[in-house]
């Protein structure tokens, strides 16, 4: 049988110790001397007659001193079913067992080797170490697995590995048998190998480099933009602390601290304590975006000791950080996210491409650094090409190994991974895009990135003359992620935020959009700020997929605009936000999504999570909770436009007025055992530039419940006035939002701001601050309806709607006349039979103290 490759430099990579623990020592299988590996006799193991395979210690062992275990096992037969291999170390503290943990999937016939480092096994309640292992044991059963009874393996030369080196994994005669030494360029190079002179080889390897042409990448390192060095550009002074290997780290909301990690990084280190707890800052460290600070600070002063420190930290990094053997390194028990398959895309495809074509001039920049990347780039796309992800990691891992398909084409494999990575990127156009051009995890930003990747895919290819590779109809298929981006558009060009995003602009995109679709001139429109181009042929629009539907008054800057969130929980980042809604009218936001915060521990990422945070309902207290619910996270496939099966949400669009209508069932609480329907109704009535949301709370049993509705303002202050529960933002130059209620006598109104004990209220990002949230809070069995009405006002302008009455003889309860200042009226009556409705203007009496 021939061995995975990762397993026979595993063997290689580590020196064997003898053990007691041959197969004598093994409980629940059989010796077998016919059909064995290493020792003289296998442990034949069925598991249609014992679920388990255990090492029984009768005292704790001492394990510290090894990397490593190692095993053969022989197969009879793939059945596809797995089992576990478990390596106890009981925690006499902890309830239940303790212990680090691999699973195996029987996917294989005849011997194959296992390697399983100790670093990469997961651990589980809390083991006290490998220097205390109490035993260990293969079972087939529980994990989610099941005995298969035909499912026949032998196990044979169980022992301890200790490291036999330091370093990478890859050696000098890995790497060239690797490359596609048959072209002529590489002559000398394969001269070398043949012969066994690696020192030539690694020389002539770094000396083909810089003599080579092509591959192209967005700058040539042969035309720096070197600056007399007496006059420093500003890159300078954040490349002199890295020089000193000080970064910053987040300590809470606009505070940082700085950490010093020392002569040699330490790449697993993580100074963020306490709420501030997060793994983004390894995530970053390991990403190497340090590199641009040093590559651009060397392009720009041309000082050999940036160049030379971007060497030095790429050889330290991949001998500190060999290849991972058994896992996708998306979840080490360390804590380090150096093979992390999103960090690895993004340095394939971003930090290492960088600084290597801003810094091959340097003689600083070493040959062994050279070798160390090229080996690194080989076992980095090549753990790409096994641990594929989804959504956006899957888009910026199949960039990554893209990107090093172009760029090094003298491996062997290169056209492979340009090619799997075109296969999984065009799959992700009809898997993971909506037909109306939102990502599934329905974040602006995340989105965008994903839109970015693919264009740069696009445009990597062109620089190199490969667009022939990419499918024909690969550009096609992304026209309606460009789609997407126009209509969601608000006026300043910016696209809401949603799910784990901040506000995100798309002008830059469509610019690029533009480029690749030059008759779609409202791509132009959008991206020069209507400078040019033409406007969309629509002004409102739904997105039946996303559940975003988009009310606006036109497309000059001083248009108003909301959005309304009626979709899925999205595929990944989500918030518990649905039926929430963003404003904007005259220039400038007036109520808003809270953004992202750090992925950490705080209450603050707890609170832009939550429903809370978001302009919507909350029920008892408590907000949505559609986190676990797996046929909340996206519509089943396939994916047919224009609209999904059994899409709760309801769209009308006239010259009148749209209406947007969506619903909430999915329960309350964190066990979702709250049972009230929310529906929400939003109609902006284009004449008037007005808004009506309309909630309609049903629960399902015949209990009180309390109700708080939530407007989230971007402003500085707001005022309440008291007797008619009227809020209005208070920006003295700038636009403002009136909120008008219908509501009960027994209904309060508050406005919190800053509310810094959980639950947290009152806050928003972009930058972090404190902001006025109105808080409407009512009461009652059966039914409750609440109408608002929100009146955009332009700078310096006073509210026209006095208040918002109930019709008489009105069944439904939804509907409503606005009463406004010039003593006319509007009553918005639903039809009985349809979405539609009727607007009736009429005269009313009024009092103008009220």
């Known amino acids: 049988m021939v061995l995975p490759l990762c397993l026979v430099l595993a063997a290689a990579a580590f020196a064997s110790e003898p053990q007691l623990l041959g197969p004598g020592s093994w409980k629940g299988g059989t010796p077998d001397q016919a059909v064995h590996k290493v020792w003289p006799e296998s442990v034949c193991w069925r598991h249609g007659q014992a679920s388990t395979l255990d090492l029984p210690l009768t005292t704790a062992q001492d394990w510290s001193e090894f990397n490593a275990v190692s095993f053969w096992m022989h197969s009879e037969k793939a059945t596809g079913s797995s089992f576990m291999a478990l390596f106890f170390s009981e925690n006499p503290e902890t309830d239940g067992q303790d212990y680090y943990s691999h699973k195996i999937t029987l996917d294989w016939t005849d011997w194959k080797q296992f390697v399983l480092p100790f670093n990469e096994l997961r651990a589980t309640r809390g083991p006290l170490g490998w220097s205390r292992i109490t035993g260990v044991r293969f079972t087939a059963s529980g994990f989610g697995n099941n005995p298969h009874p035909s499912a026949v393996l032998r196990l044979d030369g169980f022992e301890l590995l200790g490291s036999s080196h330091a370093g990478q994994r890859m050696t000098d005669a890995e790497l060239f048998a690797s490359l596609d030494l048959d072209s002529p360029p590489l002559t000398a190079l394969r001269q070398a190998a043949e012969a066994g002179d690696f020192p030539a080889a690694r020389s002539a390897l770094a000396s083909y480099l810089r003599a080579r042409t092509t591959p192209r990448w967005l700058f040539d390192w042969r035309q720096p933009a070197f600056r007399d060095a007496k006059t420093p550009p500003r890159e300078v002074a954040a490349a002199e602390r890295v020089l000193q290997h000080k970064f910053d780290y987040p300590e809470g909301p606009g505070k940082t601290g700085t950490a010093t990690l020392g002569a040699k990084i330490a790449w697993a280190a993580n100074p963020t304590e306490g709420e501030a707890r997060t793994h983004l800052w ?26 030379k420190e971007i060497a030095d930290e790429i050889l330290d990094w991949t001998a500190s950080n060999p290849v991972v053997l058994i896992s996708s390194g998306n979840a080490m028990p360390n804590g380090s996210e150096a093979w992390q398959t999103l960090t690895t895309g993004i340095r394939l495809a971003d930090t290492w491409p960088n600084a290597l074509y801003r810094c091959l001039a340097s003689p600083a920049f070493s040959e062994d650094a050279i070798v160390a990347l090229f080996k690194s780039v080989c076992e980095q796309a090549r753990h790409l090409v096994r641990w594929p992800t989804r959504a956006n990691w899957l888009t910026t891992e199949s960039y990554g190994l893209f990107t090093a398909g172009m760029l090094f084409p003298e491996f062997k494999e290169a056209h492979e991974w340009r090619r799997l990575a075109l296969e999984r990127l065009f799959k992700q156009l009809d898997d993971e895009i909506y037909p109306d051009g939102m990502e599934y995890e329905l974040a602006a930003g995340y989105n965008n990135w994903v839109v970015s990747q693919l264009t740069r895919v696009l445009e990597l290819a062109d620089l190199n003359d490969r667009r022939a590779e990419v499918p024909p109809d690969f550009l096609a298929k992304m026209e309606k992620m460009f789609d997407y981006l126009v209509y969601a558009s608000m006026p300043n060009g910016q696209a809401p935020g949603l799910n784990d995003s901040n506000n995100v602009d798309v002008r830059a995109i469509l610019a690029t959009g533009f480029k690749l679709f030059p008759k779609r001139l409202d791509f132009e429109f959008i991206a020069t700020a209507g400078q040019r181009g033409r406007t969309p042929a629509e002004t409102s629009h739904a997105f039946a997929y996303a559940g975003h539907y988009v009310m606006r008054s036109g497309w000059d800057q001083d248009a108003t605009y909301l959005l309304f969130d009626a979709g899925p929980f999205g595929a990944a980042h989500q918030h518990e936000d649905k ?15 809270p953004g992202n915060f750090s992925y950490d521990r705080s209450r603050w990422r707890r609170y832009v999570l939550s429903t809370a945070a978001h302009n919507t309902i909350l029920v008892d207290g408590q907000g949505q909770h559609r986190e676990g619910k797996q046929e909340t996270y996206f519509w089943p496939r396939p994916w047919t436009p224009p609209a999904p099966p059994n899409n709760d949400a309801r769209w009308v669009s006239t010259p009148e007025y749209d209406l947007a209508i969506g619903s909430y069932t999915d329960g309350y609480g964190p066990k979702n055992d709250i049972l009230v329907t929310h529906e929400r109704r939003i109609l902006f009535v284009k004449s008037e530039n007005i808004f009506l949301v309309t909630d309609t709370l049903t629960p399902r049993a015949d209990v009180e419940h309390r109700y708080e509705a939530l407007f989230h303002l971007d402003a500085a202050n707001a005022l309440l006035d008291g007797s008619s529960r009227t809020v209005r933002t208070d920006n003295p130059s700038g636009s403002n939002l009136a909120i008008v209620a219908l509501v009960d006598r027994g209904t309060t109104v508050e406005i919190v701001k800053g509310k810094e004990d959980e639950p947290v209220q009152g806050w928003a990002g972009q930058p972090w601050r404190a902001i006025p949230t109105a808080v409407y809070r009512t009461s009652g069995r059966g039914v409750v309806r609440l109408h608002f009405v929100l009146e955009p006002l332009a700078p310096g302008v006073q509210p026209v709607v006095r208040r918002v009455e109930k019709v008489a003889k009105d069944k439904t309860g939804l509907s409503v006349r606005v009463v406004f200042a010039d003593e006319h009226g509007l009553e918005i009556v639903p039809s009985a039979k349809s979405d539609a409705l009727a607007l009736r203007r009429r005269t009313v009496a009024w009092s103008p103290d009220e």
């Open 282 to 307: 390894n995530e970053s460290l390991n990403r190497h975006f340090h590199f641009r600070t040093l590559a651009e600070a060397y392009w720009q002063a041309g000082l050999d000791k940036y160049a």
């Open 579 to 593: 039926l929430h809604f963003v404003l904007w009218s005259h220039g400038a936001q007036i109520v808003l999504d």
